[in-house]
């Protein structure tokens, strides 16, 4: 049994007229009669009766035409939803990203994202910056959010936002009234730092100060960026963190531009570079266009 002949059966079934149903199945009327003939030759009964003024549906025509149509229709609603999974607006996402990451503008896009497009339906994996990238990599998630632009073939990295870093002190330090601070006149502080086994982007910060001859007196270990800030403005250290943290607790903490030299902590889109799927790729193209225009 051919799809052709069941598009050509459910027409006739309609129109109860060769005529009518050959125009508009846009053919002529002996290849309409042969595939309906066909089409009863293998069922074993006549679909129409025929007289010389009119077709109608025989019994078994009549008890055919529903199920007929119920195939008809699956094969459209399997087509529609073949062409919304190929162009990304169908599908599931998996985002790895860390917990400062639902501080910052992402959020509103998420929102905007699945309201746009409820056939996606996107998983939200809040996860340490190391691990989220491992995901990316074994394939458990499907894009991760980074502060930190790995040097890797198998990933593709896309600036979303600028965020330089910046040194946040408590409102009591000697030099909370500055506006601009050299990194090494921090060199005899304590510090607050993100865990170095958790975060590349953290080990770029203890990095420079290293390459600045000094190690930093780290007093307390966390894993989020937003803890880092708290700490501060409780006036345990100092810390260096993206300027959009430090302005979650402008209130507290004081905000001290650096020099030169300092790593960003830009955010960037991570995926694969070989992603297969268009759900994916469109939740970044849109993800992009959207930091763009913010």
Known sequence: MELRQLRYFTML?????????????HVSQPPLSFQIASLETELGTRLFRRTSRSVELSEAGKAFLPHARAVLARLEEARSHVHLVASGLEGRVHLGLSGSHFLGPLPVFIRQFVEARPG???????????????????????????????????????????DPVVAALPRSHRLAARKNLRLAELKDDDFVFLRLDSSAFAQRLFDVCVELSFTPRIVQHVVEVPAVVNLVAAGLGV?????????????????????????????????????????????????LAWATSS
């Open 239 to 287: 810390a260096l963190v993206p300027v959009s943290i430090a302005r979650l607790r402008a209130d507290a903490v004081a905000i001290c531009k650096l020099g030169a030299g300092m790593p960003s902590g830009d955010v960037y889109a991570l995926m694969r570079a070989d992603e297969p799927q268009p759900a994916v790729r469109e939740f970044v193209q849109a993800l």
């Open 13 to 25: 079934a309609t129109e109860l007229s060769f005529t009518r149903a050959a125009a508009k199945l």
């Open 120 to 162: 996606v339906e996107l998983v939200l994996h809040e996860l340490r910056p190391i691990d989220s990238l491992q995901a990316l990599r074994e394939g458990r998630v499907d894009m991760s959010v980074s502060r930190s632009m790995p040097v890797d073939d198998q990933l593709s990295s896309h600036l979303l936002w600028r």
